[in-house]
């Protein structure tokens, strides 16, 4: 269980938990699970006992599937409201000794300490390069010796308000709360690719009630901006023209509509009760032109977003979210964005909804963390490993990765 890491999403529609192990310079899923959210909304604590409950069923369904006992999580949190700021520092090094991870902490803290803000916490510190001595644009300095170590990195903030009562909530709940990551910063570290690094690129977000967008320089965010709209819109919508309500909408939207309703069919229906207890019949070409109008909506307002957030052409724009996973969901993207925009994949084996890129993504930027700063971590400890064996589970990377997954 060497190099195992557990990570959370909370949002306002689901709470996301995914669990990982980096396995030969791999990352493999161990398992997956998502619960519907309650306590939560446009991602602010309003009810604290249901909030607890759905963290723990979330939890509870990975314990079981591994056989071992969850204490320890990265936390990825909304990145509505968040800000980010630019900072140089340095530190003086002895010339006589390279260059190790706690200087690389050290020169990091330097510049988060410049940092000073009332409402407002201190959630990721993305380093953009180093400098020792007159040597630049340096991305490891480990084993080199000079002077001065400098660097720049950009300081993702988040609101204290939101972030402090599910600080407390995991703390009550007996879980420690290892690692924090903005939503933005998950995301771009699940859904880049080798281009990206050396690019100008978007990430939109399409949440529950609300859509994030993201400017990133390099594969590092520098801004973002939040749409009041979201997939509870789609649903509402479904539900307001057939008549029924949002649970039977979101199963229709899930499991029958597609995103354009240029391939859907006119012959296939789905029966389901209104309102009135009357039971319907609603065709695939019906629903899919109610989810299709919405969806242009929420990418077409995104684009507009776009030109406030940099008046540069973009390389790229990935979009994720839950939503982004519905069949033909690429041909709307291309139809509002053209050629330049993807709808974002996950590289890893077993996940199948963009909804968990946060969470996925969070777990990658803290092993990068870590490599940075030399440091060998694991969540899970011995103890837990020899219940894991006595459970049957001989090996988990034995296991098919995909297996240890489940969904609301």
């Known amino acids: 269980m060497e190099n195992t890491y557990t990570s959370i999403d909370i949002g306002s529609d689901s709470i996301k938990v995914v669990v990982c192990q980096l396995f030969d310079n791999k990352l493999n899923l161990l398992a997956a699970s998502s619960v519907k959210a309650e306590g939560v909304r446009f991602g602010e604590l309003i009810n604290k006992v249901q909030l607890k409950n759905s963290i723990k069923t979330a939890i509870d369904e990975v314990e079981e599937m591994l056989g071992i006992n969850i204490d320890k999580v990265l936390l990825s949190v909304s990145s509505i409201d968040c800000e980010y700021t630019l900072v140089n520092s340095e530190i003086k090094l002895d010339n006589e000794t390279a260059i190790n991870g706690d200087d690389i902490e050290n020169v990091l803290s330097s510049g988060a300490n410049k940092i000073q803000t009332r409402d407002?916490?201190?959630?990721?510190?993305?380093?953009?390069?180093?400098?020792?001595?007159?040597?630049h644009n340096i991305i490891d300095p480990k084993g080199k010796k000079g002077n001065i170590l400098r660097s720049r990195s950009i300081i993702g903030l988040g609101k204290k308000a939101k972030l402090y009562p599910l600080l407390a909530i995991l703390e009550e709940m007996g879980i420690t709360v290892v690692d924090i990551s903005l939503n933005s910063v998950g995301d771009i570290c699940a859904l880049k690719n080798k281009q990206a690094d050396s690019e100008v690129g978007i990430i939109i977000n399409i949440g529950y009630e609300l859509t994030t967008v993201s400017l990133y320089n390099k594969s590092i965010p520098i801004k973002s901006k939040t749409i009041q709209i979201g997939s509870k819109n789609i649903d509402n919508d479904i539900a307001y023209v057939f008549k029924i309500n949002t649970n039977e909408a979101l199963k229709i939207k899930e499991k029958f509509a597609l995103a354009d309703k240029?391939?859907?069919?006119?012959?296939?229906?789905?029966?389901?009760n209104n309102k009135l207890n009357e039971k319907i019949?609603?065709?695939?070409?019906?629903?899919?032109?109610v989810v299709m109008s919405r969806i242009e909506e929420i990418l077409g307002t995104a684009k507009k977003e776009i030109n406030t957030l940099t008046n540069k052409n973009v390389d790229y724009i990935i979009i994720t979210g839950g939503t982004s996973s519905m069949d033909n969901f690429p041909v709307v993207t291309e139809k509002i964005f053209g050629s330049i925009a993807r709808v974002g994949n996950i590289k890893l084996l077993g996940v199948r909804n963009n909804k968990y890129s946060s969470a996925v993504g969070n777990i990658i930027f803290f092993i990068n963390?870590?490599?940075?700063?030399?440091?060998?971590?694991t969540m899970i400890e011995e103890e837990q490993e020899y219940e894991t064996e006595k459970s049957g589970i001989d090996s988990m990377l034995g296991k098919v990765f995909g297996y240890f997954f489940k969904e609301d």
């Open 262 to 272: 240029k391939f859907a069919s006119k012959n296939d229906y789905f029966e389901v």
């Open 369 to 377: 963390k870590l490599k940075l700063r030399n440091i060998d971590y």
């Open 281 to 289: 019949k609603i065709s695939q070409y019906q629903v899919s032109e």
């Open 120 to 135: 407002y916490e201190i959630i990721n510190t993305i380093p953009i390069d180093f400098e020792v001595d007159n040597e």
